[in-house]
């Protein structure tokens, strides 16, 4: 009985700044020396999900390959857009590996600490959304009138050089 091939394991590295005046050198050398076949470069924020080489880079990648990145910051801030990127890599039969913050999808302890992560993160935004309610309830408790005022942007016939807010 033949065994099937074990995929080829290519390690494709992502730099990622957020602005025009940041270097991606220090990450290039990381992911160099961590044996990165091929790097994709991206300037833009790591907030938003506009980014076109970072979305190229998931359609091209294949079975037995990982994503490489030198902090989990460089692939997202977004924690609700990081169980995504990885749900799409597992569906390819790619993985995750971040060097800085030892996170390797391909070990179940590297699964683990990813999904304690992004519990720690839902935690969080639980948090933050009873804070603001709370914070909510008692500015209208001490009479605060809570929503956009009359007279906003979004009026007709609102008119920001001549209209005072």
Do not use: N
Not at 6 to 25: C, F, H, N, W
Not at 40 to 55: C, D, F, I, K, Y
Not at 85 to 91: H, N, Q, T
Request: net charge positive.
């Amino acid at each position: 009985m033949a065994l099937s091939p074990v995929p080829k394991r290519r390690l494709i590295g992502y730099a990622r700044v957020s602005t025009e005046d940041q270097m991606t050198d220090a990450q290039l050398i990381e992911l160099k020396a961590a044996g990165c076949v091929t790097i994709h470069q991206e300037q833009g924020s790591g907030a938003s999900r506009a980014r076109p080489v970072l979305a190229q880079l998931l359609r091209e990648l294949r079975a037995g390959d990982v994503l490489v990145v030198v902090r989990l910051d460089r692939l997202t801030r977004s924690v609700s857009h990081l169980p995504e990127v990885i749900e799409g890599l597992a569906k390819t039969g790619a993985h995750f590996k971040s060097l800085q913050d030892a996170i390797e999808t391909s070990t179940p302890q590297g699964m683990f600490s990813l999904q304690v992560l992004g519990a720690v993160a839902q935690l969080e935004r639980s948090l933050i959304s009873e804070r603001t309610k709370a914070g909510l309830r008692a500015a209208k408790a001490r009479g605060k009138i809570l929503g956009r005022p009359r007279g906003s942007r979004t009026t007709p016939g609102y008119h920001p050089q001549t209209d005072i807010c």
